[in-house]
């Protein structure tokens, strides 16, 4: 086994055992297929490359204090890269394909899922990707299927830390009617400039706003946002934010807790009322938000005062993540133990 300092792992792709894919080929599914190879083969006019044919998931496997490896809600990503398919006209995976593909791919990279102390975990990426040749705009006939997988830490390297956001108006992540609920490489492209202008002014991410009138919160670049006051777990509701796994998981949780949860329209102005605000999904679980600046209204909205994620932050990322690692009891059937 490769020399991994579990404890000092970033956010990116580190060469794995095996890969599984499985192909799309006359009008049904092949079997999934065990592959060692990085590489894809891909013809030049596969409508992957044109036109954008080309759906994602992200999902994590954890290894618990009793050696067990757990996979956190993969049928909710099965069935989302099922509305992707349905988004840009690719044909649907079968939810059981997926499902083994996910299984198998994390099996034979055992020896990669992170120890139970680590702080890390396996990161699973599904790719679904139209591989036929067409130069007209149209789906392809022919699709690829792939699971692989990469040891990972924190999203953010201040891991749970609160780091400051800021609201950049002149870009949009997704239109209202179009793909921002799917997840799909061209949301990712279109955020990779406001991105990279945040980061380069000491952000960690770009809170977009409504791309219609600009008057309610969306969501962050890689992440939903929610904020919490008086005992509530507030989530904005639109037509352009891709459905977060840990996001619905996180409203369950705060319910549990006692709290009330509201997905509605969340107004830029109401910030000022949050006691805290944060983003997440799978990468990140939850990434607290320091004070986010609306830069074009050269206004400063402030969650911590001390540095420190907020109680109920934590409350929240401790009970989900002790679910992931089998520290809690699964009571929802979250979870998935591979034998």
Not at 30 to 54: F, K
Not at 120 to 139: D, E, H, N
Request: charged share 25%; aromatic share 12%.
């Amino acid at each position: 086994m490769e020399n991994i300092n579990w404890t000092e792992l970033s956010f990116g792709y580190m060469k794995t055992d095996y890969n599984i894919r499985c192909y799309y080929r006359n009008g049904k599914w092949g079997e999934p297929e065990i592959s060692d190879s990085e590489m894809i083969p891909l013809h030049m006019a596969a409508t992957c490359l044109h036109y954008g044919q080309e759906a994602f998931e992200g999902l994590k496997a954890f290894k618990g204090k009793d050696g067990k490896v757990r996979i956190f809600r993969m049928r909710e990503n099965a069935l989302r890269l099922q509305a992707s398919c349905r988004g840009i006209l690719m044909s649907e995976l079968p939810v059981e394909v997926f499902e083994k593909a996910v299984v198998e791919a994390v099996k034979r990279n055992q020896r990669f899922v992170p120890p139970y102390e680590s702080g890390a975990s396996l990161y699973i990426r599904p790719l679904l990707i139209g591989t036929g040749a067409q130069v007209g705009v149209k789906p392809a006939s022919e699709y690829l299927f792939v699971v692989f997988v990469t040891p990972v830490g924190p999203y953010f390297k201040e891991g749970f830390k609160p780091t400051p956001y800021a609201i950049i108006r002149g870009y949009d992540r997704a239109a209202p009617l179009g793909t921002g609920t799917f997840k799909v490489g061209g949301n990712y492209a279109a955020s990779l400039v406001p991105g990279e202008i945040a980061h380069s002014k000491g952000y960690s991410a770009v809170l977009y706003l409504d791309a219609r009138e600009k008057k309610y919160i969306d969501e962050c670049g890689p992440a939903n946002f929610f904020g919490i006051k008086n005992n509530t777990y507030i989530t904005p509701e639109s037509v352009s934010i891709l459905p977060s796994i840990t996001n619905k998981s996180l409203m369950v949780l705060a319910e549990e807790l006692g709290m009330k949860v509201e997905r509605r329209q969340v107004p830029v102005e109401e910030l000022a009322t949050f006691e805290e605000a944060g983003a997440c999904g799978t990468a990140a679980v939850i990434s607290p938000v320091l004070r986010i600046d609306d830069l074009d209204e050269n206004k400063s909205y402030v969650f911590s005062k001390d540095g420190q994620a907020g109680p109920v932050s934590i409350r929240l990322y401790n009970k989900l993540r002790a679910i992931q690692y089998g520290d809690e009891p699964d009571k929802y059937g979250w979870i998935t133990l591979v034998e």
